[in-house]
C-alpha cells in the first residue's frame, strides 16, 4: 500500500496561495486534527536552531499548527531536548533563552516552551522497543509522556547521517543525552599528519575525551575512545581535516541505532503521530551548527504525512530532482535525479535510514504524493 505524502509547493501569486495558508490547508487535508484527542497534551516537536544558526523553521509558520492543534482540541506545547554536545542548548536555562531569542516566543508561537528532558537531561522514561541495537530506549520524559505528537522537521543535510528530517528529528531531537550517547556508537579516528595542533578540537570536547600532548612532530590532538562519546562535534570543528570516521563499519550501525530510536520515540503514539517536513533553506549541514551555510537546492515546498518514513523517502526524491546549487557546499552530484546528499557529504548513505525504517516497520518507504490544489 502506498502512504499518502501532501505537498504544497513554494510558489504563489496571490494572498490565497501564502504560505500561511498552505501550511493550514495541509494540516487538514493530511486529516491531523482527527488523531487529536479532546485536552490532548500535544507535543510539537521542533529544533530551536543553535546559536548562529538561522535556518531553523520559522515561528510564524510553527504558529499555525499551534492554532490548528488547538482548535482540534489539544493543549500545544513546543519542545526538544538538551544537546550532548557543549553548545547554546546543553541545559533547558540556555536552551529556553535561545529559542526565545530565535522567535519562539509564547507572543509570536501561541504555545508554552518545555524542554522535553529537564534542566540537565535527567527527566526521561524507559520505553520497550525490542529493536535488533535496542532492547529498550531512553526517551524524553516530557515527549513520552505527551499524548500526540506532531513533528516538524527542517529537512537539511547532515555530516554522518547524510541527511536530517523526521527520522533524525525523532531519533535525537526526543532522546535526553543519555539516549543520544546510546545512538553515537561510532567513534572518531585521527589522521596525525594533517593535526596542526590547535586545539579546537579540546576545546569543543564534551567529554573532555582529547588532550594536547607533544610529539617529535610538534604538538597534536589525541582522542580517549574510552573516554569518548562519540558526538563527532570534533570532526565539524577541525580546520585541517584531521579527524575523520570509518564510513564503511561505523556509520551504517550509527544511522541503525538512529532508526531504533525514531521507533522507539513514537512506541504507544504510533497512530497519534504526524509529520510535516520543510523543504526550505535546505542547506547541506544540520541546525546544530552555529551557521547556515547556502542551500545545495532551491526551495521544494512542504510536506504532511503519517508515515516518518515516507515523508522523508519523498522529501529525499523532491531534493534529487532538483538541479544542485554550484556556488553552495555542493560538490557533485549537480544534476536532477542525482544524490545532492552524496554530493555533500560523498561517504555517506543517507537512503540507509529509509531503508532500515521499513525493514523494523517503522514507516514505508513506497508513497504517493498528493499536491494541494490551488
Not at 144 to 151: E, N, P
Not at 205 to 229: F, Q, W, Y
Not at 242 to 269: C, L, Q, S
Amino acid at each position: 500500500m502506498l502512504e499518502k505524502v501532501y505537498f504544497a509547493r513554494m510558489r504563489a501569486r496571490d494572498p490565497g496561495q501564502n504560505t500561511i495558508t498552505k501550511i493550514q490547508r495541509l494540516f487538514d487535508e493530511a486529516e491531523f486534527p482527527g488523531i487529536i484527542g479532546m485536552g490532548d497534551l500535544t507535543a510539537i516537536k521542533l529544533h530551536f536552531g543553535e546559536w548562529g544558526n538561522e535556518s531553523y523553521i520559522n515561528p510564524v509558520y510553527v504558529r499555525q499548527v499551534v492554532d490548528r492543534v488547538r482548535q482540534a482540541g489539544g493543549k500545544p506545547f513546543l519542545t526538544d531536548s538538551n544537546t550532548l554536545y557543549r553548545g547554546s542548548r546543553s541545559n533547558a536555562v540556555d536552551h529556553l533563552r535561545i529559542a526565545i531569542e530565535h522567535g519562539f516566543a509564547y507572543a509570536v508561537v501561541g504555545a508554552p516552551l518545555i524542554i522535553a528532558d529537564g534542566v540537565r537531561g535527567g527527566n526521561r522514561r524507559t520505553v520497550e522497543a525490542g529493536t535488533p541495537h535496542f532492547p529498550n530506549v531512553t526517551i524524553s520524559g516530557d515527549i513520552a509522556d505527551s499524548d500526540a505528537m506532531i513533528v516538524l522537521s527542517h529537512f537539511k543535510g547532515h555530516d554522518t547521517a547524510g541527511f536530517g528530517g523526521a527520522i533524525k528529528n525523532l531519533a535525537m531531537g526526543c532522546a535526553p543525552p543519555a539516549g543520544k550517547q546510546a545512538q553515537h556508537s561510532a567513534r572518531p579516528i585521527q589522521i596525525a599528519a594533517h593535526c596542526t595542533g590547535c586545539g579546537k578540537c579540546v576545546s569543543i570536547c564534551p567529554g573532555d575525551a582529547i588532550s594536547l600532548v607533544m610529539t617529535p612532530e610538534g604538538k597534536k590532538s589525541r582522542i580517549n575512545h574510552r573516554r569518548c562519546v562519540g558526538c563527532f562535534e570534533c570532526m565539524k570543528a577541525c580546520p585541517s581535516y584531521a579527524i575523520d570516521v570509518n564510513w564503511e563499519t561505523e556509520i551504517p550501525e550509527f544511522i541503525e541505532r538512529m532508526v531504533e530510536y525514531a521507533y522507539g520515540a513514537v512506541k504507544g503514539k504510533e497512530k497519534k503521530t504526524g509529520y510535516m517536513n520543510f523543504l526550505l533553506r535546505i542547506t547541506p549541514d544540520c541546525d546544530c551548527v552555529p551557521w547556515s551555510d547556502v542551500s545545495i537546492v532551491p526551495d521544494i515546498g512542504i510536506l504532511a504525512s503519517f508515515d516518518p518514513v515516507a515523508i522523508d523517502a519523498a522529501s529525499y526524491d523532491l531534493v534529487n530532482a532538483e538541479e544542485g546549487n554550484r556556488t553552495s557546499h555542493l560538490h557533485g552530484n549537480f544534476g536532477k535525479g542525482q544524490d545532492k546528499f552524496k554530493g555533500v557529504w560523498n561517504n555517506s548513505d543517507s537512503y540507509r535510514q529509509i531503508q532500515y525504517g521499513e525493514e523494523i516497520g517503522l514507516g514505508n518507504s513506497r508513497y504517493t504524493l498528493v499536491p494541494l490544489v490551488e
